[in-house]
């Protein structure tokens, strides 16, 4: 059976790596001629929002929400647990309210038609190099003073084993929150990594579903400035992590 499960799995990652190529085709004129000009490249925002719901409708991927909370003003700054990359993918039809940026790592430039999709849209993060990493800092503040939020996984990547269990949060995003006087948005998706595990596992889980996601009470300027940065972290990955405890838990 669990056999069958991974064939079955990878016949669906691969029709999700065949509809994802198609989007990226179909939606690939229009994003180059609105990042083009300062003045439109907002518009893109539109074109990733339509590429996000396109994107569920043809592999089946509904999205419930388990909690609602209510977003504050822009900008702000989304932060989430990191169990597939499905996150991704979503994150445009699950926050369409407000322009963002996601802040993520620079290894997604590797591949020619993402660089499109990332570069001058989204701002990379260059981990291994202290300069480039400072100057991604300084764009990311740049582009909050733009009025654009930014979604940010704390975690810096999938985790490589024991899904949907967090690893510890980096430091970042919180730090630009305070400096810039910004709320946080924490969200929570539950059980992404059942319906799209790591590509690289073949036989992985992976099916169409129901996303499930928790937007939970915003984490406002003036609870910021009353935590240290440590406490912040801390606090954040509590409220990300409480409703995957009770799913761990539940699995013991």
């Known amino acids: 059976m669990n056999i069958l499960q991974g064939i079955l799995g990878l016949i669906f990652k691969i029709y999700i790596a065949v509809v994802f190529s198609l989007c990226l085709v179909l939606f690939y004129l229009p994003i180059l001629f609105f990042k083009q000009n300062p003045k439109t490249i907002k518009r893109t925002f539109q074109v990733f929002k339509i590429w996000s719901w396109t994107f569920r409708i043809l592999t089946f991927i509904h999205v419930r929400f388990e909690k609602k909370s209510q977003l504050p003003k822009a900008p702000y700054i989304v932060v989430s647990n990191h169990a597939s990359y499905l996150d991704i993918f ?8 407000n322009e963002f940026l996601f802040l993520g790592k620079s290894e997604i430039l590797a591949y020619p038609l993402m660089k499109t999709f ?7 993060v260059f981990r291994n190099n202290r300069i480039k ?37 980096k430091e970042g995003a919180f730090k630009l929150a305070k400096d810039m006087k910004v709320p946080i948005v924490p969200i ?52 990300i992590n409480e409703p995957l405890l009770k799913i761990i838990n539940k699995e013991k």
């Not at 990332?118 to 990379?124: E, G, S, V």
């Not at 979604?151 to 949907?164: A, K, Q």
């Not at 596992?201 to 996303?211: T, V």
């Open 118 to 124: 990332f570069k001058n849209l989204n701002i990379p």
């Open 90 to 97: 979503l994150m445009y039809s699950i926050l369409p309210q």
């Open 188 to 239: 929570t998706f539950t059980n992404n990594h059942l319906l799209f595990s790591d590509p690289g596992d073949f036989l992985g889980k992976a099916r169409p579903g129901i996303s499930k996601v928790f937007i939970h009470e915003t984490i406002n300027v003036a609870q910021i400035e009353t935590l240290t940065l440590p406490e912040l972290v801390q606090y954040s990955f509590g409220l």
């Open 133 to 169: 990493a400072a100057k991604s800092f300084i764009e990311a503040k740049n582009a909050v003073k733009n009025n654009w939020s930014l979604v940010i996984f704390p975690e810096g990547g999938i985790p490589d084993e024991n899904n949907p269990k967090m690893i510890d949060f």
